[in-house]
């Protein structure tokens, strides 16, 4: 018996009224508008910047301007150009906006529509492996899951790449049946495309791409194999064309360098950011605190393994197939968290194939019931354990949401407006909260203003530095060039001029300090420096 035999339903005996299903493309369209607009509210102000959003804009408006992205470090070649040149196209329609928080602000429209449209696929997946019920169930978690949604909101890389993913297992997935459908070899080809632009949009996505395709080769899961040698071949061709562009540009040495160094950071070999660097928070006290924010998504993660077991129990090929994209994105997240580079925004590349994993295994949709056959009590008592916790999760992410939008979470943005109305431009500034990198409040001002991380009085005497920004929650967390110590002293010194409190970097304040003169020659700098 096929695959598409098992979700068959048979005809109703005459005389049997048959019940009226909601087409799909009207719960695609619910789906794409509901996600859409819960994003699109409160897109700006409801999360503060992210520092990777500040370093993408910027290399955004470099791919508009023609060639590799770049900044003033040179070009970028950490990440591959997909969502770059995307903004690129976003801001040649609609304009750049000079303004960084403005900037920002609009790349996360952008992203708040690939996310409308991530769930459309989501729906679209769901509803061939299992039915319209479940899919719409997983087009709702994924548009009220607030992890989702603070994923989704910020200018990041993330989104797009599971938008592309999404799209290629839904192709692909329409090749697992017998017979065969027309043009199958084009149709796998398309699917290596999908998965070529994930590749093309985040390295990472190769392990929830070609890791789950090659294990599907391996044990004879999904589409015949020469289908999938096919998606393969294809996978990597964009990226191919992109390494062949750097290499005839005369750049492959700096593209060799950026990714080795970002393979140690993957394994694991470098530490520096996520929760397992050095005197940062760990991931128990990170999800502790955040439990009354992300409650309901952590259930959901919880009943992963659950899912899994039943789709890899099953004899349908596609849900099998489902079964090694939500594994190999497990597999990833426990690596980083026993060994590799741990950040908050891998959990995305996993919470997106759990669902689509938890809506399809507990559909309970393998096989036809007979017209009017009474379900066994034990599958009813499932089915009222299933709409409770679907209230229950969806009531906690409502909740959540509404809390997080009805207070604003935009620090540097009114710091940028302080500052502009009191500091002249060009001032020189001290930024402690850059670590061995330049943090938050350099990529936030700099536009605007001289930014250094003057750790010690030399220092910033020599840079005639007079004024202070500290986003405290960033120091109390480790993450700084003081220790919150040295920072407090170094605060204590100076006049408050400015401060605000948000979820993101908790205190945000600005500090004028007192002038120093530089040390006369031969002298050391003495003070807060480490």
């Known amino acids: 018996m096929t695959a598409t035999a098992l979700t068959r339903i048979p005809?109703?005996?005459?005389?049997?009224?048959?019940?009226?299903?909601?087409?799909?493309?009207?719960?695609?369209?619910?789906?794409?508008?509901?996600?859409?607009?819960?994003?699109?509210?409160?897109?700006?102000?409801?999360?503060?910047?992210?520092?990777?959003?500040?370093?993408?804009?910027?290399?955004?408006?470099?791919?508009?301007?023609?060639g590799f992205p770049r900044n003033e470090d040179g070009l970028f070649f950490l990440h591959p150009p997909g969502f770059f040149y995307l903004q690129a196209g976003w801001g040649e329609l609609f304009g750049f906006e000079p303004d960084v928080v403005t900037g920002v602000y609009d790349i996360r429209v952008l992203n708040a529509l690939l996310a409308a449209c991530t769930a459309?696929?989501?729906?679209?997946?769901?509803?061939?492996?299992?039915?319209?019920t479940a899919g719409a169930v997983a087009a709702l978690l994924f548009a009220l899951d607030p992890y989702i949604i603070r994923q989704n909101n910020r200018a990041m890389l993330d989104t797009e790449t599971m938008m592309w993913t999404l799209a290629g297992y839904l192709v692909l997935f329409g090749l697992i049946r017998t017979p065969l459908p027309k043009r199958a070899r084009t149709r796998a080809a398309g699917a290596g495309l999908l998965f070529g632009l994930a590749l093309l949009t985040k390295d990472h996505s190769a392990l929830i791409t070609l890791l789950p395709l090659g294990c599907a080769l391996l044990l004879g899961w999904g589409p015949p194999r020469k289908l999938l040698l096919i998606t393969v071949s294809t996978a990597v061709v964009p990226y191919g064309l992109y390494v062949a562009a750097v290499a005839a540009a005369g750049h492959f040495d700096a593209f060799l360098d950026a990714k080795s160094a970002g393979v140690r950071r993957l394994l694991g070999l470098v530490q520096e950011s996520g929760f397992n660097a050095p005197g940062t928070p760990s991931l128990a006290d990170r999800l502790a605190d955040e439990l009354t924010l992300y409650g309901s998504t952590y259930v959901l993660l919880a009943l992963g393994p659950a899912a899994l077991v039943l789709l890899w129990r099953s004899k349908a090929p596609a849900r099998r197939m489902l079964a090694l994209f939500q594994l190999c994105a497990g597999l990833t997240l426990l690596y980083a968290l026993a060994k590799g580079t741990l950040e908050?925004?891998?959990?995305?590349?996993?919470?997106?194939?759990?669902?689509?994993a938890l809506t399809v295994a507990f559909?309970?949709?393998?096989?036809?019931?007979?017209?009017?056959?009474?379900?066994?009590?034990?599958?009813?008592?499932?089915?009222?354990?299933?709409?409770?916790l679907l209230a229950a999760t969806t009531a906690f992410a409502s909740t959540s949401y509404a809390a997080g939008r009805l207070q604003d979470d935009d620090g540097y943005a009114r710091l940028r407006s302080y500052m502009s109305e009191h500091i002249p431009a060009g001032t020189p500034v001290a930024a402690i909260d850059g670590g061995a990198t330049r943090g938050i409040s350099t990529w936030a001002l700099r536009d605007r203003y001289r930014l250094g991380e003057w750790l010690t009085p030399q220092d910033r005497a020599e840079a005639q530095a007079r004024y202070l920004v500290i986003p405290w929650k960033v120091i109390e967390e480790g993450y700084g060039g003081l220790d919150e110590r040295q920072a407090r002293s170094l605060a204590a010194e100076g006049k408050l001029l400015f401060s605000t409190h948000g979820r993101t970097y908790g205190t945000l304040a600005l500090y004028e300090l007192p002038p120093l003169a530089p040390a006369a020659p031969g002298t050391q700098g003495g003070g807060h420096g480490r």
């Open 363 to 388: 559909s309970g949709r393998t096989r036809p019931r007979p017209h009017r056959a009474p379900r066994p009590a034990r599958h009813r008592t499932a089915r009222v354990a299933a709409v409770a």
């Open 11 to 66: 005809d109703a005996p005459p005389g049997t009224p048959r019940r009226r299903r909601v087409p799909v493309a009207l719960l695609a369209m619910a789906a794409f508008l509901l996600t859409g607009a819960v994003r699109l509210v409160g897109v700006g102000p409801s999360a503060d910047l992210f520092v990777d959003e500040l370093i993408y804009r910027e290399l955004g408006m470099s791919a508009a301007q023609g």
């Open 120 to 132: 459309v696929l989501l729906l679209l997946l769901v509803v061939r492996l299992a039915s319209r």
């Open 344 to 356: 908050e925004q891998a959990l995305y590349l996993l919470i997106v194939p759990n669902l689509a």
